[in-house]
C-alpha cells in the first residue's frame, strides 16, 4: 500500500484549498481513508474519516472542510473552505480499519502517506 498527498501550499485566511491523496495497493471497498495533521509542536490529530458511505470530522474542521473519494481514480481529498492560520499544519492521509469509535486516533491506522505542508496565513 502507498498513500501519496498532494496539493498543500500557501493561502491566505478565509481561503481554500484542496489536498489529494493518490493510494495505491488499497480498496476503498475493505478499509478506512482519513485525513490527520500536525502543527509544529503539536500531536498529529484528527481531521477526516470516510468509511463507506459515511464520513466523519473533527468539530474544529466540521462545516468548512469535505472529505470525498473518487474511486476510479483511487484518489481521497480534503476540501478545505474558511481556512484559518491555525489549520497550519503538516496534512497526513492514512489507510487502515480502525471501528468507528477509535477512528481518530492514528495509532489505528496502518498505512500513511509523506504529508503535504498547508499554511495558512493572517
Known amino acids: 500500500v502507498q498513500l501519496q498527498a498532494s496539493g498543500g501550499g500557501l493561502v491566505q485566511a478565509g481561503g481554500s484549498l484542496r489536498v489529494s491523496c493518490a493510494a495505491s495497493g488499497v480498496s476503498f471497498r475493505s478499509i478506512r481513508m482519513a485525513w490527520f495533521r500536525q502543527a509544529p509542536g503539536k500531536e498529529r490529530e484528527f481531521v477526516s474519516a470516510?468509511?463507506?458511505?459515511?464520513?466523519y470530522y473533527s468539530d474544529v474542521v466540521k462545516g468548512r472542510f469535505t472529505i470525498s473519494r473518487d474511486s476510479a481514480k483511487n484518489a481521497v481529498y480534503l476540501q478545505m473552505n474558511s481556512l484559518k492560520p491555525e489549520d497550519t499544519a503538516v496534512y497526513y492521509c492514512?489507510?487502515?480499519?480502525?471501528?468507528?469509535?477509535?477512528?481518530?486516533?492514528?495509532?489505528?491506522?496502518?498505512?500513511w502517506g509523506q504529508g503535504t505542508l498547508v499554511t495558512v496565513s493572517s
Open positions: 492514512a489507510a487502515g480499519s480502525p471501528i468507528t469509535s477509535t477512528l481518530m486516533m492514528p495509532t489505528q491506522y496502518r498505512y
Open positions: 470516510l468509511s463507506g458511505g459515511s464520513t
